[in-house]
Structure formats: structure tokens, C-alpha cells
């Protein structure tokens, strides 16, 4: 498997013969030696040509004795001293495309110097996501400025690129956010705030838009030009908190675009106000999965633009992320997957990834049209029973996420693909098969890779033995009759999205690569070692697509994976709190919880692994709970669960565990004692018909269901997931 991270390390051998006299040197200047570290990214991930770095030198020489070259350039005049004793800093520019070599030496009685290796790349990118997408249409133009207005203006390049810019806000004291032309002139309306470090400050905002990734990039912080220089790796700004608040965008789309929104820099929540506290911000439109839902895509430019903000802005003392719904999805593969970026974060509306999300929804276009062609009487109780969440409604609000489709599962328009991918672009399967196919593995395909018979996107959907609504059958909800008919016909979808009789057959390979790579959050990788905190509003009995039992899943996952859920938090309110049962001011406690519970791990020097200090540092009285409409918070189970009551979907109500990762399951032959209701002799054959391969036996993982490979792959991957159908439990 092909690792980015394989050029982290460089071995660096010395082979150095002492004379009598060199063993005689001082033994405190014979163990010092110079050390270089990048501060920004990974050597070996490094872009745009810069890099923050970072030289620790001996005792025996000073800042002015360092010679530092970058490919035989000398670049020393770029270091200044650094914020610890004995240390350098430095922004080192002109790196070359591809691997650069950065040595550090001294004058006089020196130990040896010390290199390392940095490979550059493109500021456009890409770095591990594979090749650009195509097609991708540029959104300069259409991006509006928050609060100033206006836009970036056409792209310079067809890259997306626009110039760097930099406007001003300020919040005024009648609590709006207004434009501020001239940051040295303040208006008689601005107000102040004090952060969570106790500073107060003028409320103006310092807001930097640009391209990084192809992305359009946005980065807030608090900044009065009259008070100081902006923060920069050297110097600090009593605005800034210190910490740096990454924002994920929610919805779900394949791409093509680059994107007219992002995440959100001027306010992570709903009302609330984290720039009042002095968190930085920083968000893109490739964070945003309503604009492309592609969470290898989305950790590239996260890391891109966590690089650029380190360094124009300094390290913060460390990030934290929050996202709601498809935000939420981006949470936890990227630090499953591309660990290290973040060190804890705040999920609302939360779904462990897109790909379980989206397999229960799937199914609600083959039930409705089953429910509607069936000769027999099917009741709104009984459909909900089958489809298991907590009404029916719920499949007709959110049909449209079958498999990525429109409702009649085609894909012959636009249905799937954003408004401004030109029509004459996206695929049609008779005039235009080379197009822009918007379906969720056509846009991961450099994941995924191509089927050799169709040419498209290997897929992963399969419902090949789920017997649906098994479990309001055993519970009586419906008849035998019922359970047969249903199943004889629910069918599945053809690679266009059309609903066919033939239930769908995922691609083992497709499986392999789903499980192996983490397209599918096993609760590995980097989450075990972060603090994670998930809140919603409850709305499961209105059929908002946000059901509540995903955080249930997530964490059955964290429990199977690693034996503990020590590291989640579980927080539900009502949909129409006021007061302190407001939502905004719930999600800003949620950034402050995981802030708290972040720096008590990074205060603890003590020894054990990341996850254990994780665990022993976190505040007692961060447990489950509930928020009524007023805002009481409940921390009993019981009464929760009484409160807001959680539900299904139809892949539980077929017998699937909690965890809900099984992409393809294993099969069983039909077996009569499976049942809590009786089956006449010609019921069981009539099922055994149906099901002639077997049904679902969920005592067992899935098929090719196994642990995480590694993380931070690159792609495309090498072929090492083909050929293999050999599966074991």
C-alpha cells in the first residue's frame, strides 16, 4: 500500500571517526546536535512553496552563528529567534516543486550538520487526493462576500485562482456585523468583547479570501490594526485566543464545482458567537459537502489551508473542528483517516460518514414504490414499522438521497448534480455517457477506481438478503403476507439509479476498498485519541433527515473498535428551545467543552498513550444529556430516552445490529425457528424462493468487513485490493 506519509522519515548516517582529542570535548557539546522540524505541515506534504520551520540548536551557538541553505541557497536572514530558548524560526520561501533539501550548520566548534528533505507542491494542489476532478467549473464570480458583498471577480486561471484579499467587519453594539471600509477609523457604534482568555477588545474582524486547493478559502480573526500588527509566527494578538476553529459545511452532492459557500468564518453557530471568544476561524468551499462530498478531497484542503494559516498567522495552540450534518460526516473521516490535524471537535446533526448515511435513505424509494404497487393493504403504522424510523414520513421527506438519484432513481438530468454544472456536461446514458456522473462513488473515484464493464465508479450498495421489516413481522406489525410481498419485490437500483426487480450486488472489491480505506468510520484511526462531542436538536418525530440514533451507531463503533466510548459525549435539546435551551448557545458550550477538555489533555505531561490521557481528562461532569425547552439540562438516561424518544431506519428494522457498518452481509440458509411468528409450509418455501442465496446473518461481520489499513493514504491506490475474494470472519 502506498503511504503519503513514506517520506516522512530520511535516515541520516554519519559516519564520523573521533580522535583521542575529539573524545576529550566537553560531553554536553558531544550529545548536542541541531534538529529541524516543519511546524506547518509534514515535509513531505509541504505547498504553495513555504514552509514554517523551526531549528533547535546547541548551547554552543547563537542564532547569528547558523548558516541555513535551501538547496545550496543560503536563507538564514529568514530565521529569527523562536518562542523557546536555543530555538530559530523561520518562513522558508522559493521552495522547488518536488523534493528540496534545507541543511542548518554552524561557525566553529559545531556538532555535524543536519538536513531535511522537504517535497513541495502545487498550491493548487493535489497532494494525496488523486487527479483533479474534471470537469470543475470556477466560482469566483458567484462567491459572495460575506457582510462587504461583492465577489472575487472571474478566475485567474483554470485552476480557480483568485487574488488574495483582505477585508474588514466590525460588530456593532446594536449586535449586527457591518463593513469597515477603513479599519483605522472606528465607528461610533463598535463594540467591544472580551475572549476566553479575559481580554477585551475592540469586535473587528480581519477576514482573508483566497484560493488554496482549488478552493475558495476564507480565515476570520479578531484584529484592531490600531492595537498591533496582525499575529504572525513570531508575535501574538491580544484578539486571538490562540486557538484555531476549523468549519465544515453540511449538505451531501457529488462535485464538479468549486464551490459559492463555505463552512462559515463570521459565526460557527446559529446566533452564537465563537469570534467573540477570539477563536480564529478558518473554513473553504471543498469543506463544504453540499458543494462536494469527497472526505479525501476535503482533508487535502483542510491540511492546505491549516498550512497556510500557520503560516501567516502563527501555531495555534491547537484546532478544533465543528461541522453540522454533512459537516459532521467530514468530522470524523478526516480524523480517522488523516489523524493529527485537529485535537478535538463539536459535531451537531452528526452521521459517523456519508456512506452508512446514505444506504438506509436508499431504501426508502424501493419501499415506497413496493408500498404503492402491492395488492395488499398497507397502513401509514405499517409502513413506519417497516421503515423503522419515527414516522413514515421521514422516507418521503428524504427519498431524494436514494443511492444518489433522484426520486425515480435515474440520472439522466441533473437531478444529482449541482445548478451550476452547465447541463450539457453531466452524463446522460444515451447522448452523453462521458459525463459528469453525480453519484457519491462516481465522485470518489479516484478511491474507489473504474469497473472494467461499465467504465464508471466501482459501487459498494448492496442489499443482496436484508429482509426488510423483519423485525415488525416477529413484533406482529405486519402479516406473513405482507413480509413476503414485500420482499419479493422491493428490488434494488441499476448502475443509471433506476429502480430494477433485481436487488444490487456491490463490487467485493468496492468493499474491500470501503472498509480498508475508512470510507466507512470504523471509530479507528485518529478518533480514539481526540475528544469528541456530538449535539442535536431532536426532530425524529417530523422525519428531518438528522434522526438521532446515528450517534448511537458512532458510538457502537468507538465500543467495538477500541473496547471504550470514554472519549464521547452524547447531547440532545428540543427543536424549538428558548432561552438557555436555545441551540445556538448550546453549540458554542460544545466548542468551549471540547476547548476545556483539549486543554487539560495538552496541559497533562504525564505518561501513557494519547487515548488513555484523552480519558483521564475529562471533566467529571461531562456525561450524556438532555436539554429541555427551557434549557434544564437531565443527565438520566431514562428520562432522555422518555424525552426524546430514539428510532431506526429500515436496515436496523431488518435485523442489522446498532452499529449499522455492514455494507454486504453474510448469508444464512432460511430458517423457520428465525422467527417469532409462525410460516405455513408454503410461506417458508415461497421465502426460501425469494431468498435462494440466504438471508442476512448479522451474527457475523460483513463481507470483507476488515479493520482500517492505515491512514494517510494516497491515491489512486495501487491494485492490491483486486483479485481478492478471499473472506474470513
Not at 407 to 431: F, R
Not at 507 to 513: E, F, G, S
Not at 666 to 690: E, F, G, H, N, P
Request: aromatic share 8%; proline share 5%; charged share 20%.
Amino acid at each position: 500500500m502506498r503511504f503519503l506519509s513514506r517520506s516522512v522519515f530520511f535516515a541520516l548516517v554519519f559516519c564520523i571517526h573521533f580522535s583521542q582529542s575529539a573524545l576529550a570535548r566537553d560531553d554536553s557539546q558531544g550529545h548536542e546536535r541541531f534538529t529541524i522540524r516543519t511546524l506547518s505541515t509534514s515535509p513531505d506534504r509541504v505547498s504553495g512553496g513555504d514552509v514554517l520551520i523551526e531549528i533547535a540548536f546547541p548551547s554552543s551557538q547563537s542564532l547569528q552563528s547558523l548558516i541555513v541553505s535551501l538547496n545550496g541557497r543560503n536563507v538564514s536572514s529568514s530565521f529569527r529567534a523562536g518562542r523557546t530558548p536555543n530555538t530559530a524560526l523561520g518562513l522558508v520561501t522559493g521552495l522547488s516543486l518536488g523534493r528540496n533539501t534545507l541543511t542548518v550548520e554552524g561557525r566553529g566548534r559545531s556538532p555535524p550538520s543536519e538536513s531535511l528533505a522537504l517535497t513541495n507542491f502545487r498550491l493548487t494542489g493535489p497532494i494525496f487526493s488523486g487527479p483533479h476532478q474534471v470537469p470543475f467549473i470556477c466560482e469566483t464570480q458567484t462567491f459572495v462576500l460575506p457582510v462587504t458583498g461583492g465577489n472575487l471577480g472571474p478566475p485567474l486561471d483554470s485552476d480557480c485562482s483568485t487574488a488574495t484579499r483582505i477585508d474588514y467587519v466590525y460588530r456593532s453594539t446594536g449586535g449586527t456585523l457591518k463593513p469597515l471600509p477603513n479599519p483605522s477609523v472606528h465607528p461610533a457604534d463598535l463594540a467591544q468583547t472580551t475572549t476566553s482568555q479575559g481580554v477585551t477588545v475592540n469586535y473587528i474582524v480581519r477576514i482573508e479570501t483566497g484560493t488554496i486547493n482549488r478552493a475558495i478559502y476564507q480565515i476570520a480573526i479578531l484584529h484592531d490594526p490600531a492595537a498591533g500588527p496582525v499575529p504572525d509566527p513570531w508575535t501574538s494578538s491580544p484578539g486571538w485566543n490562540g486557538r484555531l476553529l476549523y468549519s465544515y459545511g453540511g449538505g451531501a452532492k457529488a462535485g464538479y464545482h468549486q464551490g459559492r459557500t463555505t463552512g462559515g468564518v463570521l459565526s460557527s453557530a446559529s446566533g452564537g458567537d465563537v469570534l467573540a471568544l477570539g477563536y480564529a476561524m478558518a473554513a473553504s468551499s471543498l469543506n463544504v459537502f453540499g458543494n462536494n462530498a469527497d472526505d479525501v478531497l476535503s482533508a487535502e484542503t483542510t491540511m492546505m489551508v491549516r498550512e497556510h494559516f500557520i503560516e501567516r498567522y502563527g501555531v495555534p495552540r491547537y484546532t478544533l473542528g465543528t461541522g453540522s450534518s454533512g459537516g459532521s460526516m467530514q468530522l470524523h473521516s478526516i480524523n480517522q483517516n488523516y489523524p493529527g490535524m485537529m485535537q478535538g471537535f463539536a459535531a451537531r446533526n452528526s452521521f459517523p460518514e456519508l456512506l452508512t448515511f446514505g444506504i438506509p435513505l436508499s431504501d426508502c424509494a424501493l419501499l415506497e414504490r413496493t408500498f404503492n404497487t402491492s395488492s395488499l393493504a398497507w397502513s401509514l403504522e405499517q409502513k413506519t414499522a417497516v421503515a423503522g424510523w419515527g414516522t413514515w414520513q421521514h422516507c418521503i421527506n428524504n427519498r431524494t438521497w436514494n443511492a444518489g438519484y433522484k426520486p425515480n432513481g435515474a440520472v439522466t438530468d441533473a437531478a444529482g448534480c449541482d445548478v451550476g454544472i452547465p447541463p450539457a456536461l453531466i452524463y446522460d446514458p444515451v447522448t452523453n455517457r462521458a459525463g459528469a456522473r453525480c453519484t457519491w462513488h462516481d465522485n470518489l473515484v479516484n478511491v474507489f477506481g473504474r469497473d472494467k464493464t461499465t467504465g464508471f465508479a466501482r459501487r459498494s450498495l448492496d442489499n443482496v438478503g436484508v429482509q426488510y421489516g423483519l423485525k415488525a413481522f416477529n413484533a406482529g406489525q405486519i402479516n406473513a403476507e405482507q413480509f413476503l410481498d414485500l420482499n419479493a419485490r422491493v428490488g434494488g437500483y441499476d448502475i443509471d439509479g433506476n429502480i430494477v426487480a433485481a436487488r444490487e450486488v456491490a463490487d467485493r472489491t468496492a468493499l474491500r476498498i470501503a472498509y480498508r480505506t475508512g470510507r466507512v468510520d470504523s471509530g479507528a484511526g485518529g478518533l480514539p485519541d481526540l475528544p469528541i462531542i456530538h449535539f442535536r436538536p431532536w426532530r425524529d418525530d417530523i422525519g428531518d433527515v438528522h434522526d438521532a440514533i446515528r450517534s448511537l451507531s458512532f458510538r457502537a463503533r468507538l465500543i467495538a473498535t477500541n473496547g471504550t466510548a470514554a472519549n464521547h459525549v452524547n447531547m440532545v435539546c428540543s427543536n424549538v428551545g428558548t432561552g438557555a435551551g436555545r441551540l445556538d448557545l448550546i453549540e458554542v458550550m460544545s466548542i468551549r467543552m471540547v476547548d476545556q477538555w483539549v486543554e487539560r489533555i495538552v496541559n497533562d505531561t504525564g505518561s501513557g498513550s494519547a487515548a488513555a490521557k484523552v480519558a483521564r481528562n475529562k471533566p467529571a461532569s461531562f456525561v450524556d444529556a438532555c436539554f429541555t425547552v427551557t434549557g434544564d439540562r437531565i443527565t438520566d438516561p431514562a428520562a432522555c430516552a422518555a424525552l426524546y424518544p430514539v428510532h431506526a431506519n429500515p436496515r436496523l428494522a431488518a435485523g442489522e445490529p446498532l452499529a449499522q457498518d455492514v455494507l454486504k452481509c453474510k448469508l444464512k440458509r432460511v430458517d423457520a425457528r428465525d422467527y417469532a411468528r409462525s410460516l405455513t409450509a408454503d410461506q417458508l418455501a415461497r421465502l426460501q424462493a425469494i431468498f435462494p442465496e440466504g438471508v442476512c446473518d448479522y451474527s457475523r461481520r460483513g463481507v470483507d468487513q476488515k479493520p482500517l489499513a492505515g491512514t494517510w493514504l494516497s491515491y489512486p491506490l495501487p491494485g492490491q485490493f483486486e483479485n481478492d475474494d478471499s473472506d474470513d470472519d
